[in-house]
């Protein structure tokens, strides 16, 4: 009797534990998760067309002397920035002096030279207008007169070519003493010194680049694609991005013919604004117009070998697989997602296919 009873109170307590297990079982909830939603409308943006290219100057000017010389002065370095009528160097200004004084030199006796070429002439002509006047009276014989007027030729061409030299002589004095408006070389427009290739008192010659600048303008180089020239043309707009500082562009140029090597066309884009370190790699986003469509923002698109986003529906999360088509900014145009529909963008890191979710402002 007592073996029964114990068996009636084993077989009671395990009904008992099974019915709390399974009343236990039944009341754990799902848990929700939270979530921040956008509903899908259709609404247009730019589309550009994306390109990597390097900063480098317009401008790259190479000043010198126009004579030869030693550098007295060196005034800017490497990296230096200057304005417009800036210093850059100077030369030495005593061989300039020498020269100047050797061609005033040879200017003054050149002109003494052609006075006296000018006398002789005017005299040789008195006298042969009265030999002519003799010869035509008879007095003197003919051979008389051509020795008179042997003379006046041989003097004319005397002093036409004193005349010349006294010309050349001027010429070659007026431009020593430009030379000197030219002793001190300045910058003609801003930008930063890229080289000096010479120091104080190393000599230098003519035409010489003694100071090389590059022009303030800045221009990006880009290589567009063939299939891309029709929707890139010259004065299209871009937005310049290097290491996260953005500036204004603009497209000034594009090349006739491709590069042999890359195949592409050399296109440059002009920076506004803003001033980079030269070499610095840019982010290229040229504008090519505007698209409708699904504008969703970048990052609430996951990938997985396949691009998707959560759409929510009756507080569950739903795994939607999109095509990515264009892209403006931080967002992009989608296929894949209805006008009207929700998409998650916040919380989207916890979520699975089907995932229960509280919505959340």
């Known amino acids: 009797m007592k073996k029964y009873i114990m ?16 009343k236990d079982t039944n009341t754990v909830e799902e848990r929700a998760r939270a ?22 100057s317009k401008d790259m000017i190479g000043y010198s002397f126009k004579t030869n ?31 100047i004084s050797a061609a005033k030199a040879n200017l003054d006796t050149t002109n003494m030279n052609i006075r006296k070429a000018e006398e002789s002439l005017k005299y040789t002509k008195d006298s042969h207008n009265k030999m002519n006047q003799l010869y035509t009276e008879g007095v003197i014989s003919k051979d008389e007169f051509d020795k008179v007027e042997l003379k006046l030729n041989v003097d004319e061409a005397n002093y036409n070519q004193t005349k010349s030299q006294y010309e050349a002589a001027k010429v070659d004095y007026d431009y020593k003493l430009s ?7 300045y910058a ?64 000034t140029n594009i090349a006739e013919a491709p590069d042999t090597s890359t195949r592409t066309y050399n296109a440059e884009i002009e920076v506004k604004d803003k001033q980079f370190r030269l070499g610095s790699i840019a982010k290229v986003g040229i504008n090519i117009g505007e698209q409708k469509g699904v504008w969703v923002p970048i990052d609430i698109i996951f990938s997985n070998g396949e691009d998707y986003v959560y759409t929510i529906k009756d507080n569950r999360a739903f795994k939607r697989t999109v095509t990515l088509t264009d892209m403006s900014d931080d967002k992009v145009l989608v296929k894949g997602i209805k006008i009207g529909e929700f998409v998650a963008t916040s919380g989207m890191k916890n979520l699975n296919d089907g995932s229960k979710v509280n919505i959340v402002k």
């Open 188 to 251: 003609e427009q801003a930008g930063t010194v890229a080289q000096v290739r010479y120091q104080e008192n190393e000599r230098v010659g003519p035409s010489v680049p003694v100071v090389v600048v590059r022009g303030g303008e800045q221009i990006i180089n880009i290589g567009i694609a063939q299939k891309d020239l029709n929707n890139i043309r010259i004065g299209s707009k871009a937005v310049i991005d290097v290491d996260g500082v953005k500036a204004d562009g603009v497209v």
């Open 179 to 185: 030379l000197l408006d030219n002793a001190v070389i």
């Open 35 to 56: 979530v921040k939603v956008l509903k899908v409308e259709e609404s247009k943006n730019p589309v550009t067309m994306q390109y990597i290219g390097t900063l480098n």
């Open 7 to 22: 068996v009636l109170m084993i077989v009671g307590l395990i009904f008992s534990t099974t019915a709390c297990s399974k």
């Open 69 to 99: 010389g030693k550098i007295s002065r060196i005034y800017v370095e490497k990296g230096d920035k200057v304005s417009p009528g800036d210093k850059l160097a100077e030369v030495d200004l005593q061989d300039l002096n020498f020269q």
